[in-house]
């Protein structure tokens, strides 16, 4: 069995960052509800996160931007109740903190309170510098969120690989070093040149997770539908597919209609 397998003590903030400096690669995974939250912690995940993806894998929609503050607490809450080990971090959703920082900070302290989940995440630098540091003023473990940042979709119009250029790419390297110096404990790069995320990921002393951002920062983070093959529409040239679950529940989906209807279920035994 594999070393961090037989780890069971609960991951901490601070024990990503002994991660880091130890060289130990950090996994996080999405998951938005009791049932696969339970199986991914129990599986040796570090991070669950309840992204704000949910608003696109769960309730069906084009972009973030939809889902709001109590439906991130209901799924943070349901994901909360099944982990032992993993540290949960759920999404501040898009309008609930950027208009100003007492804003932040009561949505931020809804999601600990209602839910129990054990730090948030932010999306963006400098422009919300303010209600970060709000955040992290009540004792709130911030996770920033740097490049493709989906909230912000509207003003980037694609989703194309982000800070390609050098004045974008600059501005991504101050942001990170203002985000690790506000007190952030980590760091999530969406989609940007794999060399510029490994040097924030040298220049910085908290934990970088990338998802599209290459090998060379701390650690990976993936959607948990798009890594399970059940959300096949999405295969960005970053994405690796773990398993193929859409073609399993399909087939086992029309494996049971057909049974149904054939009066194969319920055979004797399966009936009182
Ligand atoms: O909402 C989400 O799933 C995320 C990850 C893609 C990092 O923010």
New binding site residues.
């Given amino acids: 069995m594999a070393n961090y397998l037989q780890d069971t003590r609960k991951v901490t903030t601070h024990r990503l960052t002994e991660m880091k400096q130890r060289g130990e690669k950090i996994a996080m995974l999405?998951a938005y509800d009791y049932s696969m939250a339970h199986l991914i912690d129990e599986a040796g995940m570090d991070v669950i996160?309840v992204?704000?993806?949910a608003s696109n894998v769960m309730a069906g929609n084009m972009t973030?931007l939809p889902i709001t503050l109590d439906q991130m607490i209901y799924h943070a809450k349901s994901v909360v109740k099944a982990v032992k080990r993993a540290l949960v971090v759920c999404?501040i959703p898009f309008g609930s903190y950027q208009g100003n920082s007492k804003e932040a900070l009561a949505s931020a302290v809804r999601i600990m309170k209602e839910s129990h989940a054990e730090a948030v995440?932010m999306e963006g630098g400098s422009e919300i510098r303010e209600s970060i540091e709000r955040v992290l003023c009540a004792g709130i473990p911030v996770m920033g969120?740097l490049g493709l940042t989906?909230q912000s979709i509207n003003k980037f119009g694609t989703y194309a690989v982000r800070a390609k250029e050098e004045a974008e790419a600059n501005k991504l390297i101050e942001d990170a070093k203002m985000l690790e110096e506000i007190g952030c404990f980590a760091l999530?790069l969406?989609k940007i040149p794999a060399t510029l995320a490994t040097r924030v990921a040298q220049e910085v002393s908290i934990p970088v997770i990338g998802?599209g951002a290459g090998g060379g920062v701390d650690g990976q983070?993936l959607?948990m539908h798009d890594m399970l093959g059940i959300n096949k529409g999405f295969s960005p040239r970053f994405l690796r597919r773990y398993a193929d679950l859409s073609t399993i529940i399909n087939d086992a989906v029309a494996h049971y209609i057909d049974d149904v209807k054939t009066n194969d279920f319920p055979n004797d035994k399966e009936q009182y």
Wanted: proline share 7%; charged share 25%.
């Fill in positions: 999405t996160l992204g704000d993806s973030t999404d995440k969120h989906p999530v969406e998802i983070v959607v």
